[in-house]
């Protein structure tokens, strides 16, 4: 799998059998995976890529010997409508009763990957702070470099690497309070502090450097 810095219209006719579209994360940044010499003979054509650390060629053909198996335990899965308002990442859409079938999650096995246009949806929706639930901020770091700066969107990771969990998620949620996301701190204290009183002399107002 290879980052390519350009579009999905420039990518595009270079495609065979051999190599897919993994993702579009941005208007100018997709993803291609299939055979490694395929790829990278596709990758050679443009100025700037960038070879991802991956186990397998995800969303390439790579992935259709483990179809079958893989529909078999999605269709002993019993699912349920999003109670939330959700937005694919197979068709950059709003979905609904679509991701209650085996169909659609074997598909996402294999199709591309779009996130640009889901931040796009999210965007005609009024959506402008983007909380990445997840193990790191990977997401987050594509969605800033997909998002018009004009549009005022803030993205947060709750999780990094190499920080304390409790550090990074109290991060995430300072930073989303900065940004006028209404945060419950009540409950988020509940279990670790409680409100102490402030003292009530005057501070001193004196400089600490002469």
Same mark, same amino acid.
């Given at each position: 799998?290879?980052?390519?810095? =350009?579009?999905?219209? #420039?990518?595009?006719? &270079?495609?065979? !059998?051999?190599?897919?579209?993994?993702?579009?994360?941005?208007?100018?940044?997709?993803?291609?995976?299939?055979?490694? !010499?395929?790829?990278? #003979?596709?990758?050679?054509? *443009?100025?700037?890529t960038k070879r991802l650390n991956v186990s397998h060629a995800f969303h390439s053909p790579h992935m259709d010997p483990m179809l079958e198996d *893989?529909?078999?335990?999605?269709?002993?899965? =019993?699912?349920?409508?999003?109670?939330?308002?959700?937005?694919?990442?197979?068709?950059?859409?709003? /979905?609904?009763?679509?991701?209650?079938?085996? !169909?659609?999650?074997?598909?996402?096995?294999?199709?591309?990957?779009? *996130?640009?246009?889901?931040?796009?949806?999210?965007?005609?929706?009024?959506?402008?702070?983007?909380?990445?639930?997840?193990?790191?901020?990977?997401?987050?770091?594509?969605?800033?470099? /997909? =998002? !018009?700066?004009?549009?005022? =969107?803030?993205?947060?990771?709750?999780?990094? &690497?190499?920080?304390?969990?409790?550090? /990074?998620?109290?991060? /995430?949620?300072?930073?989303?309070?900065?940004?006028?996301?209404?945060?419950?701190?009540?409950?988020?204290?509940?279990?670790?502090?409680?409100?102490?009183?402030?003292?009530?002399?005057?501070?001193?107002r004196q400089h600490y450097w002469p």
């Open positions: 799998m290879i980052a390519v810095q =350009t579009t999905e219209d #420039e990518i595009t006719p &270079h495609l065979t !059998d051999r190599v897919s579209l993994a993702a579009v994360n941005g208007p100018t940044s997709v993803v291609i995976s299939g055979d490694e !010499d395929a790829v990278a #003979e596709i990758a050679a054509r *443009f100025d700037k *893989f529909r078999a335990v999605a269709e002993s899965l =019993t699912y349920h409508a999003p109670r939330i308002p959700l937005v694919s990442n197979l068709t950059g859409k709003p /979905a609904d009763q679509e991701l209650t079938t085996a !169909d659609y999650w074997v598909r996402h096995v294999r199709q591309t990957v779009r *996130f640009h246009d889901g931040l796009r949806t999210l965007e005609t929706h009024g959506v402008t702070t983007h909380l990445e639930l997840g193990p790191g901020g990977t997401l987050t770091a594509l969605a800033q470099e /997909a =998002t !018009d700066p004009d549009t005022h =969107t803030t993205h947060h990771p709750t999780l990094r &690497h190499h920080h304390p969990e409790p550090h /990074a998620l109290t991060t /995430a949620l300072a930073a989303l309070h900065v940004h006028g996301t209404p945060v419950n701190w009540h409950t988020y204290h509940h279990t670790t502090t409680h409100p102490v009183d402030l003292p009530t002399y005057a501070f001193q």
